[in-house]
């Protein structure tokens, strides 16, 4: 016979885990002070996309430590663009916007756990419905490129069975959500894949030189696949590439993260996706 409380420990355990592996947090420590002083241009620790509109004044003279960080924040990263901020659940932790993407800080502005935030004796995802709100304000806000007025000759195709349903993806090769991305769209068949190449220099300096050898490749489309899937380094290669021409076409059609997915339908998503969820997209007229 089985034991009950037994078998009530190792579900909690078993939801805890699951709870802790879906977070999947990062924490970035990022040594500011010291770039500063040398002088370094500073790294940016999350997409610089345009989120929800900042902290009106009247909430941070109401909330002055709110205020303090925002500054804080703006000094340390000045490539970021910061939306809301707030406190958190968690006293001492602050709960960062920046654009789709939340970041959960200490009072300091220096490490940063990207992931969602659950309350365990509630069994609920704080994050989830904020996240879908501000995704929802952005998307709205966003200035819209059409499919049809995409110059496909500069991005790398790849074509799967009938390639008859059609998507074109920004993605930056340094991009973590970029490379569980490809993950998914390997799932998909009858699709055709445009991959625009689009380092962001102020979060990826190095972003740039591999989109270069990977754009030179003698097979673009190998070479791009190889390097999400193993992270080695490309040999360099120069060539003339339209890398330039992507960063400027995301800038005008405000795309400032990656990845971005836009569809033949009309559809637009920022973010990785699971491939159902794609697939419905696809599928979608």
Not at 14 to 27: D, E, F, K, P, T
Not at 32 to 41: L, T
Not at 81 to 109: H, T
Not at 150 to 168: H, T, W
Request: glycine content about 6%.
């Amino acid at each position: 016979m089985s034991n009950p409380n037994l078998n009530d420990f190792r579900a909690r355990k078993q939801l805890i885990a699951s709870a802790l592996s879906a977070v999947g947090a990062i924490i970035v420590g990022l040594a500011a002070s010291a770039a500063a002083s040398a002088g370094e241009p500073q790294v940016a620790p999350a997409a610089t996309a345009a989120g929800p509109a900042p902290t009106p004044a009247a909430t941070q003279a109401a909330d002055p430590a709110a205020a303090a960080l925002r500054e804080a924040l703006t000094r340390l990263y000045p490539n970021t663009r910061f939306g809301d901020i707030q406190r958190s659940a968690i006293p001492g932790i602050w709960e960062v916007w920046m654009g789709n993407n939340v970041a959960y800080v200490n009072d300091e502005g220096r490490h940063f756990i990207f992931g969602h935030m659950y309350d365990m004796q509630t069994q609920t995802d704080l994050t989830a419905a904020k996240k879908e709100q501000v995704s929802l304000q952005t998307e709205a806000a966003r200035p819209k490129v059409r499919f049809a007025d995409l110059p496909l000759g500069d991005a790398i195709k790849v074509v799967r069975g009938n390639g008859q349903r059609k998507v074109a993806v920004f993605s930056d090769p340094h991009c973590p959500y970029c490379r569980k991305l490809e993950v998914e769209l390997a799932k998909l068949d009858n699709v055709t894949i445009y991959t625009f190449l689009y380092p962001i220099e102020s979060l990826h300096p190095e972003a740039a030189a591999v989109a270069q050898s990977i754009w030179c490749a003698k097979d673009k489309a190998a070479a791009w696949r190889q390097y999400m899937a193993s992270g080695k380094e490309p040999k360099a290669l120069r060539c003339d590439t339209p890398i330039n021409r992507n960063v400027a076409l995301a800038s005008s059609s405000g795309i400032f993260g990656t990845p971005y997915m836009i569809f033949a339908n009309g559809t637009q998503a920022p973010g990785a996706m699971p491939a159902a969820a794609i697939e419905q997209r696809l599928s979608s007229n």
